[in-house]
Each structure stands twice: as structure tokens, then as C-alpha cells.
């Protein structure tokens, strides 16, 4: 995991997206349990406070569950969960700036497809 304290997003959220990128990558598999609050908050020297709030914001999101005394889990579903998330945001942010971006380049259609196909969007 790694943490920006410099960085304008709170460190909440960096959480949240820290081990959502652990489940998407692989690294937590479904079913799975994730670092402790505690254990994080010391690897990393931040309050935890701030770790259970990111990961909270997870269970909420259905990503993870906690098991009362246990601590808290991949939940079955949570991986694809990730990658359509990822998906949709990329469709509806990414890709649409990028279209806007080869409109104002007269790029045509036919231009990205040959692109795309030969696979030098790089």
C-alpha cells in the first residue's frame, strides 16, 4: 500500500482505493481477510480512525463484510464488482474525453478503428 499525505484526496479514500486495488489485483481473493485496522494503522503510521473509516466505506459498497471478532473479509462478488465499476468509469469519463478530444482533431471514426486495431493507442 501506499499512502500521498500530500495529496489533496483524504486518506480515507486513499484507503479505500488501496485495498480496493488489492482485491481487484488479486492480492485479497474473495473470501479472503484484509489487514487489520490496526496492523495498517502502524505499517503506516495513520490513525486508525481514518483506516476503519476507508473501510467502511467498502462494506458499504458490498466489497468487504467484518465478522464481529474476526475482522473483515473479501466478499464473494467483490472482484468484479471492481472491474465493472472500473469499466463504467472509464466508459463514461475516460473514453468520452478522449472521443471529445479526437473530434477537436478531426480525427475520424475510421482513423481510431484502424488505431485501435493495430493497437498503437499507446
Known amino acids: 500500500m501506499q499512502f500521498d499525505f500530500e495529496s489533496d484526496t483524504p486518506l480515507y479514500l486513499q ?9 481487484f489485483n488479486g492480492s485479497y481473493r474473495e473470501g479472503a481477510q484484509i489487514p487489520s485496522t490496526t496492523e ?15 473501510m467502511n466505506q467498502l462494506v ?13 473479509f ?18 463514461n469519463q475516460g473514453l468520452t474525453r478522449f472521443l471529445g478530444e479526437a473530434r477537436k ?4 471514426q475510421e482513423q481510431l478503428i484502424q488505431l485501435i486495431e493495430k493497437g498503437e493507442m499507446k
Do not use: C, H, W
Open 105 to 108: 482533431l478531426n480525427i475520424s
Open 15 to 23: 484507503v479505500a482505493e488501496e485495498i480496493s486495488e488489492g482485491i
Open 74 to 91: 473479501v466478499m464473494a462478488g467483490a472482484q468484479e464488482k471492481i472491474l465493472n465499476k472500473r469499466k463504467e468509469k472509464f466508459i
Open 40 to 54: 495498517i494503522s502502524k505499517a503506516y503510521k495513520i490513525n486508525p480512525a481514518t483506516i476503519l473509516k476507508g
Open 60 to 72: 458499504d459498497e458490498d466489497l468487504i463484510e467484518k465478522k464481529r471478532g474476526v475482522g473483515m
